[in-house]
C-alpha cells in the first residue's frame, strides 16, 4: 500500500511514542521518531516530514521552542502539538508560533486521525489550491501564481469574477509583481481562453515602432517597410491584448488607442482600410495614473476606458507570508535547471528573505534564490549564499549609499558607480528598474555602466 506520507512523532515517553507507531502506521502513513525537540530540529534537516506530532514538555528542547525552531526552517510542514497539561494559554502560544492545531493527551484517537487528515490536506495548500482552480478554472497554470496570503487569495476572487466578463481591466503594481502573470489569469479563465493572448510591452518601443507593432503597416508606409504586416491588435481578435506599462504610451499614441478601443476598429500605418477587430484589452502600469494625469502625461479620458475594472497586485511586503512558498518554489525551479541537489535553506537565510524589503518584489526574489543556488557549495542555501543586499542586516530597501557610508575623500566617479551598482543588485540585474529609480534613462544607464566597465 502507498504510503499517504512521513510523519515524524516526537515524544521523550517511549511507551507513548511506540503507541503512536502502531496506531499511525496501521493507518497508513511512514512513522520516524524522535525522542528530544533538539533531535526533532536535526530531522527536520536531514530529510522533509510531510506531518509532524509534537509534545509540549521535553526535557532537552521542549515542543514549543522545536516548533518555532522548525517553522523558521520550513513553514510548509504543519505541525500537531500534544500536551497532558491542557490550558488555554498553551494552546494560543503554539498556535501562534505556527502549529497547525492542538490535541490533549490522554489522545482521542479518532480526534487525532481527523486532525492528522486535514493537516495532510493543508500541508501542500491543496485545499486552498483546489477552491481556487474551482473557482477559476484550470486552463491557466496556477503553479506561477503562488500565495495564500490574504492579500492574494482576493485577489484571485476579484479576477474570478472578472474573468468571465468582457471588461477592459486595467492591472496596478509596483515592478516585479506579476502583473503579466495576473493577465493571464484573466484571458485563460474567459470565454476568449481558446483565442490567443498576445503581449507587448508599451516601454520597450518608440512611438513609431509602437503604432506599427499595434495597427500593422502597409508595405512601403515608411523606411524598412518591405511588407505588409500584422500588427497585435489584429493577431490578438478573438483573444486578449495585454498591454503591459500603458502609461509610457505617449498622448499622441493614447489617442489612437482611445479610438481603437471606442471603435473596435483599426487602421494599418500607411494604409486606408478600416478593419473590425474583437479583442479585450488587459493593461498594465506601475505609474499612478491619477498623478500622470495631473502632471498632462495621461489622458483622462482614457484612462476611464481602461479603468473599468482596477485590480492591484500587492507588494511583496504586504504579502510576507508568501516568501517561504515562493522561496521553496524558485528553490526547485532552479535546482533543478542548474543541475544541483539542494534540501532547503536555513534557519538564518530565511530569516533575512523574510526582514528585507524586497524594493524588486518577486521578481527580485527569484533572482536572488537563482543566485543563491548557482553560488552554493552545500546542500542548504545559507545567508552568505544572498546578494549582499539582501544579507547585509543594515541594508535598507536599494541599500543606496547614504551620507553617513560615503568616505570624505571617495571620488564623485566612485561614489556613482558604487551607487548605479548597488541600485542595479537590488532591482536584481532589471536595467529598466534600476534606470527607473536612479532617475535615469535606460540609454544613459548603459553609457554609465559601459563607462565603469560594469556590463554584462
Known amino acids: 500500500m502507498k ?16 503507541m503512536l507507531r502502531t496506531l499511525v502506521s496501521g493507518w497508513g502513513y511512514e512513522i520516524s521518531e524522535a525522542d528530544d525537540g533538539d533531535t526533532a ?33 520550513n513553514p510548509a510542514i504543519p505541525v500537531i502539538i500534544m500536551t497532558a497539561y491542557s490550558s488555554v494559554e498553551t494552546a494560543v502560544e503554539g498556535l501562534k508560533k505556527g502549529a497547525y492545531d492542538y490535541l490533549t493527551k490522554p489522545l482521542d484517537f479518532d480526534e487525532l486521525r481527523l486532525a492528522m487528515e486535514r493537516a495532510m490536506d493543508h500541508s501542500h495548500l491543496k485545499e486552498e489550491n483546489r477552491l481556487l482552480r474551482e473557482t477559476l478554472g484550470t486552463q491557466f497554470d496556477y503553479r506561477n501564481i503562488i500565495g495564500r496570503s490574504t492579500a492574494m487569495v482576493k485577489l484571485l476572487e476579484t479576477v474570478a469574477q472578472v474573468a468571465p466578463s468582457e471588461a477592459t481591466v486595467l492591472i496596478t503594481g509596483e515592478s516585479g509583481t506579476g502583473k503579466e502573470l495576473i493577465a493571464g489569469a484573466i484571458h485563460f479563465n474567459s470565454p476568449r481562453k481558446a483565442g490567443p493572448f ?19 503597416h502597409e508595405k512601403g508606409a515608411f523606411t524598412g517597410a518591405h511588407r505588409r504586416r500584422e500588427g497585435r491588435f489584429l493577431l490578438a481578435d478573438g483573444g486578449s491584448l495585454f498591454l503591459d506599462e500603458v502609461s509610457a504610451m505617449s498622448l499622441a499614441m493614447q489617442v489612437k488607442l482611445l479610438r481603437v478601443l471606442q471603435e473596435r476598429e483599426i487602421t494599418r500605418v500607411g494604409g486606408e482600410e478600416v478593419i473590425k477587430v474583437d479583442v479585450r484589452v488587459i493593461a498594465a502600469t506601475n505609474k499612478d495614473l491619477i498623478q500622470e494625469i495631473e502632471e498632462n502625461r495621461f489622458r483622462e479620458d ?23 512558498l515562493l522561496t521553496q518554489h524558485f528553490l526547485g525551479m532552479f535546482a533543478e535547471k542548474n543541475q544541483k541537489k539542494i534540501k532547503g535553506l536555513t534557519p538564518q537565510a530565511m530569516d533575512r528573505l523574510l526582514k528585507y524589503e524586497w524594493p524588486g518584489n518577486v521578481r527580485e526574489l527569484m533572482n536572488a534564490i537563482e543566485r543563491a543556488v548557482v553560488l552554493s557549495r552545500s546542500e542548504y542555501l545559507d545567508q552568505e549564499d544572498l546578494p549582499m543586499v539582501v544579507k547585509d542586516e543594515d541594508s535598507e530597501g536599494l541599500g543606496l549609499l547614504t551620507e553617513s557610508t560615503v568616505p ?21 540585474g532589471n536595467k529598466s528598474e534600476a534606470a527607473r529609480r536612479l532617475g535615469i534613462t535606460r540609454k544613459t544607464l548603459h553609457k554609465k555602466l559601459k563607462k565603469y566597465g560594469a556590463m554584462s
Not at 499517504?4 to 507513548?16: E, P, Y
Not at 530540529?41 to 518555532?68: T, W
Not at 498576445?198 to 500593422?216: D, H, M, P, Q, R
Not at 482614457?302 to 517561504?324: F, G, K, Q, T
Open 41 to 73: 530540529i536535526q530531522m527536520v534537516h536531514g530529510r522533509p516530514y510531510d506531518l509532524i506530532l509534537m509534545d509540549i514538555r521535553m526535557i532537552k528542547v521542549s515542543g514549543l521552542e522545536a516548533l518555532a525552531e522548525i517553522k523558521a526552517y
Open 198 to 216: 498576445v503581449k507587448i510591452n508599451c516601454a520597450a518601443l518608440t512611438e513609431t515602432l509602437l503604432e506599427s507593432e499595434l495597427f500593422g
Open 302 to 324: 482614457l484612462y476611464y476606458r481602461v479603468n473599468v475594472v482596477a485590480l492591484n497586485v500587492p507588494r511583496l511586503r504586504e504579502r510576507e507570508e508568501d516568501i517561504p
Open 408 to 428: 570624505a575623500d571617495l571620488p564623485l566617479d566612485e561614489v556613482e558607480k558604487a551607487t548605479i551598482l548597488k541600485t542595479l543588485e537590488a532591482c536584481g
Open 3 to 18: 504510503s499517504k506520507g512521513r510523519v515524524l512523532v516526537v515524544d521523550d515517553d517511549q511507551a507513548h511514542r511506540t
